[in-house]
Antibody
Framework: QVQLVESGGGLVKPGGSLRLSCAASGFTFSDYYMSWIRQAPGKGLEWISYISVSGSTIYYADSVKGRFTISRDNAKNSLYVQMNTLRAEDTAIYYC?????????????WGQGTLVTVSS | SYVLTQPPSVSVAPGQTARITCGGNNIGSESVHWYQQKPGQAPVLVVYDDSDRPSGIPERFSGSNSGNTATLTISRVEAGDEADYYCQVWDSSSDHPYVFGTGTKVTVL
């Protein structure tokens, strides 16, 4: 079955960096567009980045553009986001999510998320 | 950028029907997708492309979309339906294409 497992979250000081990973299994990872979506405590969902199957097309939300970098390693069935210059407002649960094979337009599977806390 | 507005909360008695709205400018011309998120859990897709259900989602969940409002309808509400619900569209005119609604907390009385 499809599984997405995020890791790499934790406590980091403002201005610090963190790299999140998402390990995919149960499907052909290299066939699917992937995204990172976050949810601040008690708040709604915020899409932050997506990457095409080859990595040639990447978009970011304005809130993270220039600070976050999404990437993927299809050989390792893994999705990543490098987060630099972290701010308190980046505190959130970070989910990786898959867009279905026949549509870019929504997410059919989500991981359980990893918590990032930015605090001094 | 495209804005999707949902009511913060909806309350419904067991066995009754819950309707959750998602308002957006001419949203009827977009495909709307809905997610259910229970406390401490990841979101789960319950309706896609306005009214289609993924496998495993009960027929009690249905969707419609017209004009400036999309609606997720939960029939014969059960206690287990208590959750936050989010609508989402793909904004093809933007390089921030995935837009989520503000979310609605459904409380089963």
């Amino acid at each position: 079955q499809v599984q997405l497992v995020e890791s790499g979250g934790g406590l980091v000081k403002p201005g610090g960096s963190l790299r999140l990973s998402c390990a995919a299994s149960g499907f052909t990872f290299s066939d699917y567009y992937m995204s990172w979506i976050r949810q601040a405590p008690g708040k709604g969902l915020e899409w932050i980045s997506y990457i095409s199957v080859s990595g040639s097309t990447i978009y970011y939300a304005d809130s993270v553009k220039g600070r976050f970098t999404i990437s993927r390693d299809n050989a390792k069935n893994s999705l990543y986001v490098q987060m630099n210059t972290l701010r308190a407002e980046d505190t959130a649960i970070y989910y990786c999510a898959r867009a279905p094979l026949n549509s870019l337009y929504y997410f059919d599977y989500w991981g359980q998320g990893t918590l990032v806390t930015v605090s001094s | 950028s495209y804005v999707l507005t949902q009511p913060p909360s909806v309350s419904v008695a067991p066995g009754q029907t819950a309707r959750i709205t998602c308002g957006g400018n001419n949203i009827g011309s977009e495909s709307v997708h809905w997610y259910q998120q229970k406390p401490g859990q990841a979101p789960v897709l319950v309706v896609y492309d306005d009214s289609d259900r993924p496998s495993g989602i009960p027929e009690r969940f249905s969707g419609s979309n017209s004009g400036n409002t999309a609606t997720l309808t939960i029939s014969r509400v059960e206690a287990g339906d208590e959750a936050d619900y989010y609508c989402q569209v793909w904004d093809s005119s933007s390089d921030h294409p995935y837009v989520f609604g503000t979310g609605t907390k459904v409380t089963v009385l």
